[in-house]
């Protein structure tokens, strides 16, 4: 998808919105209310996931949903409102994969302009190697660097993430990704 | 505030929505639309802007808008769909100081929970000390750090990256800092 679809009706009152630069200085256009000048602003999503590690091995996500069912992917999801960034990464942890862990520090940083989203991902240490994957997920397993299915990744993101993840590991030393995916 | 105002109408087809749980295995309730079954999302935005240095000095706007009218804040607002984070830093960053900058790290990532946001700072080299305030701004200078109207700065977020800013300056090296602001 590219972006939201268009805003039809008001939040506020449901009159038909137009979509018009407002009277407040504002440069963009945005959905604004005829009727009760509410207007209506959108701006991007944030997706919040963990590298799950245990030992030389890490955590995918067989996806039992679209997009990108059957894929491969990191747990991760939207951020809601209520948590912080690293909360909604371990959320989404527990959500997708049933998997217990210990989150470490904020690894990636990503723009997905074409989509609007940023996705960031922590990485987390496993507590456990069992699992019990939610509704979303066909199947939770670790893999070894070598096995990683790299043809089989359900976003750009998640391989980029592993990609820094597995040169940092060999580096010996890990630190902050900021990336933009076209 | 506290995060927005409720949504009392479907974007889609302008009928008054219910708040419940959707019918998709969704464990959150959200607005609903009795008529299109339309889910509607609230999620977490992101405040981007930048630390603009000009040797041993920092740009500050005092601002001309509410929030926080006449308090002084780094520039920084609302990431808009089409851009980086990066990109809504500087874009934020000429709207309100005119000022010419060349991107440097991300530098603070901090979760404001209550309010539902993330700001995202980057650290900026100024290219010139003249600046070009737009309606946003009253006023825009800059500030040595023993200067710094600590007591009338606009927001927690602007005074937590200050302080990590002049703390890694003394010790001479600059990092990624993560806080979460109750």
Same mark, same amino acid.
């Given at each position: ?9 008001c939040?506020e009152?449901g009159?038909a919105?137009v979509y018009?630069?407002?009277d407040d200085g504002d ?7 005829p009727?009760?000048h509410?207007?209506?602003?959108e701006n991007?999503l944030n997706?919040?996931?963990t590298?799950?590690?245990w030992?030389e091995?890490v955590l995918l996500c ?5 997009? =990108?069912k059957?894929?491969? @992917? #990191?747990?991760?999801? +939207?951020?809601?409102l209520g948590e912080?960034?690293? &909360?909604?990464a371990a959320?989404e942890?527990?959500?997708e ?6 989150m470490?520090?904020?690894?990636t940083?990503?723009?997905v302009?074409?989509?609007g ?8 240490t496993?507590l456990?190697?069992?699992?019990n ?6 199947e939770?397993?670790l ?7 790299w043809?089989?990744l359900?976003? =750009?993101?998640?391989?980029? @993430? #592993?990609?820094?993840? +597995? ?7 890990? &630190?902050l990704h900021?990336?933009?995916?076209g």
């Amino acid at each position: 998808m590219n972006f939201r679809s268009p805003i039809k009706h008001c939040r506020e009152c449901g009159t038909a919105v137009v979509y018009r630069l407002p009277d407040d200085g504002d440069t963009r256009e945005r959905a604004v209310c005829p009727a009760c000048h509410t207007v209506h602003y959108e701006n991007p999503l944030n997706v919040v996931g963990t590298v799950p590690v245990w030992g030389e091995q890490v955590l995918l996500c067989k996806r039992n949903i679209e997009p =990108r069912k059957g894929k491969w @992917t #990191l747990p991760a999801g +939207f951020m809601e409102l209520g948590e912080t960034t690293a &909360e909604g990464a371990a959320r989404e942890t527990d959500e997708e994969a049933g998997a217990q862990i210990q989150m470490l520090d904020l690894f990636t940083v990503m723009n997905v302009v074409r989509v609007g989203q940023v996705h960031l991902y922590y990485r987390a240490t496993l507590l456990s190697d069992r699992f019990n994957p939610g509704y979303e997920t066909q199947e939770a397993r670790l893999y070894h660097e070598a096995d990683i299915p790299w043809d089989e990744l359900a976003f =750009r993101t998640v391989r980029e @993430t #592993l990609l820094c993840f +597995f040169a940092d590991r060999r580096r010996g030393r890990f &630190e902050l990704h900021t990336l933009d995916i076209g």
